[in-house]
T-cell receptor, first 113, second 114 residues
Framework: AQRVTQPEKLLSVFKGAPVELKCNYS??????LFWYVQYSRQRLQLLLR??SRESIKGFTADLNKGETSFHLKKPFAQEEDSAMYYC???????????????FGKGTLLTVNP | DTAVSQTPKYLVTQMGNDKSIKCEQN?????MYWYKQDSKKFLKIMFS???????INETVPNRFSPKSPDKAHLNLHINSLELGDSAVYFC?????????????FGPGTRLTVT
């Protein structure tokens, strides 16, 4: 079974501090990896994906295939970053015809003033 | 222009009732999903439809029945509601083209069973 682990349920930092949200996934072929964010009482929205190698709202995530990790980082956290963050690897089935997004249990980030 | 919409936003009902949640997407996507987010914020996939065909059916009680009248709509009908069904249900859609598996989520339906 495909697995994704976000070891920290809660993460609290002060404004301006660096933040890293950890994510490890089980290896199966070449999953496509995403981070989704959910602000308080809002819908989930895509934050970033590994294939685009972009930085969104100051966040970056590097895929480390050796460690099967896709940690999310931001050098200087802002109060508006407080939200629930989900790591979500997407796996293709063996036939390559269907895919399934698997969500981690999420990390609630709180950025204190 | 709302990309993925759900109705109702809130649903409060009693145990034993039958209720439906509707979802519509105007993105032209082929694949639609239902997710359940429980009180601990765990997000779990329930169903996935591609062009009106069921492709993912996780371990969900058969009281839950998805229906897709066309590829822009995926409704969720729940029979004999139980207290444990209280959760936020999110609909999502995704293009099925290779290399783009990003999911677009609806605003969620907060179901409370009393």
């Amino acid at each position: 079974a495909q697995r994704v682990t976000q070891p920290e349920k809660l993460l609290s930092v002060f404004k301006g501090a660096p933040v890293e949200l950890k994510c490890n996934y089980s290896y199966s072929g070449s999953p496509e990896l995403f981070w989704y964010v959910q602000y308080s009482r809002q819908r989930l929205q895509l934050l970033l994906r590994h294939i685009s190698r972009e930085s969104i709202k100051g966040f970056t995530a590097d895929l480390n295939k050796g460690e099967t990790s896709f940690h999310l980082k931001k050098p200087f956290a802002q109060e508006e970053d407080s939200a629930m963050y989900y790591c979500a690897p997407t796996y293709l089935n063996s036939g390559g015809s269907n895919y399934k997004l698997t969500f981690g249990k999420g990390t609630l980030l709180t950025v204190n003033p | 222009d709302t990309a993925v919409s759900q109705t109702p936003k809130y649903l409060v009902t009693q145990m034993g009732n039958d209720k439906s949640i509707k979802c519509e997407q105007n993105l032209g996507h082929d694949t639609m999903y239902w997710y359940k987010q429980d009180s601990k914020k765990f997000l779990k996939i329930m169903f996935s439809y591609n062009n009106k065909e069921l492709i993912i059916n996780e371990t969900v009680p058969n009281r839950f029945s998805p229906k897709s009248p066309d590829k822009a709509h995926l409704n969720l009908h729940i029979n004999s509601l139980e207290l444990g069904d209280s959760a936020v249900y999110f609909c999502a859609s995704s293009p099925r083209t290779s290399g783009s598996y990003e999911q677009y989520f609806g605003p969620g339906t907060r179901l409370t069973v009393t």
